[in-house]
């Protein structure tokens, strides 16, 4: 499986789409997550804030006490689309190129391929989690110099735990999309349904889940309510909450979504597999 | 002389694949491959000659039968390790450059990467090795195929369809790299509908058609003793005479001239003949029946036979 993990990591790091996409991330995290809230905290909020949120709170957050919980508020949905989308880049593709023929036909068998191409897209969303979290410490360590505010740290456990929790995230995220592109032998309509599911009917099915039992119960197994309630338990702030993340949710505890976000990760390794296996290549 | 299963490189029994429930694409064929032969694998569009190479390379699940590919089950590691390959188009990362695209191939294969230039030398594209695959030509990509198939320096190579969208030029670079790689016990599987190519580089020819194996022999065998055709004057005194040379029910009439049924070797012969019998000859020729001929004899005899 290493000759397949280095061949894996080869293709991902001379791929321009990654790096875009790393690119959006970033700026996406910056932007939301520090440059928005810091320009508003300075311009006063314009009158526009939620209730019970103030200025002194929007400062907070951007502060490096709140690097963990700031940071991760993004990642179940926006971080977790783009997850979702560079995993099914790096599955969808090789059957929109043909690629996997060439590939299968050199030596490895289909799931050492498989357990070296689920190993490269992990270690890149490692990076790029890692990544988030450098470039926002630098962010929140420049706004708490300018505003003379304390540098305080959270606890290099806190920090492993933040770091952690993303990676399980957006590595479920970019699994799912790995699954759809395997499935759909395809990436447009890979990014499209996985879109379309992690966005839109994940939100709809939180949206009327007050008002039927069985989608309550339904929705708290969810993949992105999960991922919510996991960000939840670190200490984001829930969508009803003041400065309030869309994605965020207190459905279920942290040790609960962290045992359901694992057993989607191996659920959808288990199906990759099999329908992998499966499949005739053309 | 019969051949034991060591030499067999490939040997193929009652292979079958079924798409869906009705589309039989490979119908029970039975392939018998030679360590050390080019072997010309010919078919029509659609006569199933790229599933049956598929299912060599575990690319594709048979439906029935049985196949080895050097002694172990398609898509064995440990055979494929000694197999080079090129399926239909050549598939490559089309980000990456030619080399790269080698490097990652090497990977796969768990090889290592100093054999990288050394097969883009042998295809002539160590020069653009560092472009990115994109931008190759038709035949740039052709050649990057066969690199990436003698990267592991087989003992088998599968060719399909090699000169597919090449210009002449390309298909003569082709052939002239084919007949290089045919080299010391290397065993090579080369499929294509192009009679021409085959002829002048294949040891053996199997020709399969809707999916069954329907003549299998040398090039010689296939093609069969050829004919000679002789213009002469008066024409039924040449007859007689062509008959007393060769016996009855060889000789036929046919658009105003004599067809043999002789060996092209014997046209001195004939001549002298014809000559010394008084008659006016103008003109003896030896008729060889092409691959060409042979394959559309077979596979329109195959089609009739279907559609009877």
């Not at chain 1, 706004?143 to 540098?151: D, K, L, N, V």
């Not at chain 1, 709809?204 to 989608?215: K, Q, Y």
């Not at chain 2, 003896?284 to 009739?304: N, S």
Request: charged share 20%; with cysteine; hydrophobic share 45%.
């Amino acid at each position: 499986m290493s000759g397949s993990y280095r061949a894996e990591m080869l293709k991902l790091v001379r791929w321009p789409a990654m790096w875009i996409l790393a690119a959006v991330l970033l700026v996406l995290a910056q932007v939301f997550g520090y440059l928005i809230p810091y320009i508003a905290y300075r311009s006063g909020g314009g009158g526009g804030f939620a209730a019970g949120e103030t200025t002194a709170q929007l400062l907070a957050d951007t502060l490096p006490g709140r690097l963990v919980p700031n940071t991760l508020g993004g990642f179940p949905m926006f971080a977790g689309a783009i997850a979702l989308i560079i995993g099914a880049l790096a599955a969808g593709s090789e059957y929109g190129w043909g690629t996997l023929k060439t590939i299968l036909t050199q030596r490895p068998r289909r799931l050492s391929m498989l357990g070296g191409k689920v190993l490269a897209i992990t270690s890149t969303i490692l990076a790029l989690v890692i990544g988030v979290f450098a470039v926002n410490a630098v962010w929140s360590w420049v706004i708490a110099t300018t505003e003379g505010r304390p540098t305080d740290w959270p606890s290099v456990l806190e920090l492993g735990r933040g770091i952690g929790a993303g990676w399980l995230i957006l590595g479920m995220w970019s699994l799912f999309g790995a699954l759809l592109g395997t499935l759909f032998r395809s990436t447009s309509l890979a990014i499209g349904l996985g879109l379309v599911w992690a966005l839109a009917v994940e939100n709809l099915i939180r949206g009327f889940a007050s008002l039927l039992g069985f989608l309550d119960a339904f929705q708290k197994g969810l993949p992105g309510t999960n991922a919510g309630s996991l960000v939840a338990s670190l200490g984001a702030a829930t969508l009803d909450q003041p400065g309030g993340t869309p994605g965020v949710t207190a459905a279920v505890s942290g040790p609960q979504a962290v045992v359901v976000l694992i057993a989607y990760v191996v659920a959808l390794l288990v199906i990759a597999g099999i329908t992998l296996q499966r499949q005739d290549v053309n | 002389m019969a051949m034991s299963v060591a030499e067999h490189v490939i040997e193929t029994r009652d292979l079958t694949k079924v798409y869906g429930k009705h589309v039989r694409a490979v119908d029970r064929l039975n392939l018998l491959v030679r360590r050390g032969e080019v072997y010309g694998f010919l078919g029509p569009n659609g006569a199933g000659k790229t599933t049956t190479l598929r299912m060599l390379l575990g690319l594709v699940h048979a439906t029935s039968g049985t196949t080895l590919v050097l002694g172990r089950a398609p898509g064995d590691p440990q055979s494929l390790i000694r197999v080079g390959a090129m399926v239909e188009e050549p598939a490559f990362y089309p980000y990456l450059s030619g080399r790269d695209n080698l490097r990652v191939m090497a990977r796969f294969a768990s090889l290592p990467e100093d054999g990288v230039d050394a097969a883009l030398d042998v295809v002539d594209l160590l020069g653009r090795g560092g472009d990115r695959f994109k931008t190759y030509s038709q035949g740039m990509r052709q050649r990057l195929g066969v690199a990436a198939a003698l990267l592991k320096d087989p003992d088998l190579l599968i060719l399909d369809e090699p000169t597919n969208g090449l210009d002449p030029a390309g298909m003569a670079d082709m052939r002239a790299l084919i007949r290089r790689l045919d080299s010391g016990d290397r065993t090579v599987l080369l499929s294509s509908h192009l009679l021409g190519e085959v002829q002048q580089v294949c040891d053996r020819v199997g020709v399969i058609s809707r999916g069954t194996l329907i003549a299998e022999g040398t090039v010689d065998e296939l093609r069969g003793r050829g004919s000679v055709l002789v213009r002469a004057e008066p024409l039924a005194a040449a007859r007689e005479s062509a008959e007393r040379l060769l016996g009855t029910g060889r000789v036929e009439v046919l658009d105003g001239t004599l067809r043999l049924d002789s060996d092209p070797a014997d046209v001195p012969k004939i001549t002298q003949g014809l000559v010394l019998a008084g008659l006016a000859v103008s003109e003896v020729r030896p008729m060889e029946r092409t691959l060409e001929d042979v394959f559309l004899e077979l596979t329109g005899k195959e089609d009739a036979d279907h559609e009877r």
